[in-house]
């Protein structure tokens, strides 16, 4: 089946500094990525959704100046969490779309971001 | 607008014993259903789906749901728990319109106890 592999899957970094996380679409071309985030005990919410040749959509809420989202290839999209602070840390997922043949969507392994 | 309530926080069962977690929804047109079990501090694995057809649908691992348009229900049932199947279980709908990303339900936690 469809692998999305997420790098890093864990990282700490100090409050100030930027992180980026990459996604990529191992098997097939990911014209669109889902980014989500995730906090403890809670379920999965949408931040963004990354196209290639354009710009990402923001969900309400989401500062798009702090989330930094870029889809430079069909196969990798990045998600940069930018002057980061502690109320940044959070469990980030990336999310490829269902095909028309698999319909179901193809999830990263995520990644467990640490701001000290 | 779409969404997907799962009223039960946490599912305790003995091993050995059948399990339901439960899903509703809520979406305009026919949805697309699907169950996703997380494990700690990874991603999704995907469990199975409802697109359409028969509305008992097997998956992964000994997982079944059934599709109850009436009731506007996929509970995620196993005739069997493992203590391996303890884990956080996600539903999730998505419309039938192209790239559009999954609503999830809030999960339900799972602990199967031996």
């Known amino acids: 089946g469809a692998v999305v592999s997420q790098h890093p899957s864990r990282v700490i970094c100090k409050s100030g500094t930027s992180v980026k996380i990459e996604c990529r679409s191992l098997d097939f071309q990911a014209t669109t990525m889902f980014w989500y985030r995730q906090f403890p005990k809670q379920s999965l919410m949408l931040m963004a959704t990354?196209?290639?040749?354009?710009?990402?959509?923001?969900e309400q809420g989401v500062e798009k100046d702090k989330f930094l989202i870029n889809h430079a290839s069909l196969t990798l999209s990045t998600l940069t969490v930018t002057s980061a602070h502690p109320e940044d840390s959070s469990f980030y997922i990336c999310?490829?779309?269902?095909?028309?043949?698999?319909?179901?969507?193809?999830f990263g392994q995520g990644t467990r971001l640490t701001v000290v | 607008a779409q969404s997907v309530a799962q009223p039960e926080d946490q599912v305790n069962v003995a091993e050995g014993n059948p399990l339901t977690v439960k899903c509703t929804y809520s979406v305009s047109g026919n949805p697309y259903l699907f169950w996703y079990v997380q494990y700690p501090n990874r991603g999704l694995q995907f469990l199975l789906k409802y697109i359409t057809g028969d509305n008992l649908v097997k998956g992964s691992y000994g997982f079944e749901a059934e599709f109850n348009k009436s009731q506007t229900s996929f509970h995620l049932k196993k005739p069997s728990a493992l203590v391996s199947d303890s884990a956080l279980y996600f539903c999730a709908v998505r419309d039938h319109s192209g790239n559009t990303p999954l609503v999830f339900g809030k999960g339900t936690r799972l602990s199967v106890i031996a």
């Open positions: 990354s196209n290639e040749g354009s710009k990402a959509t923001y």
């Open positions: 999310s490829a779309p269902g095909t028309v043949m698999n319909t179901e969507a193809f």
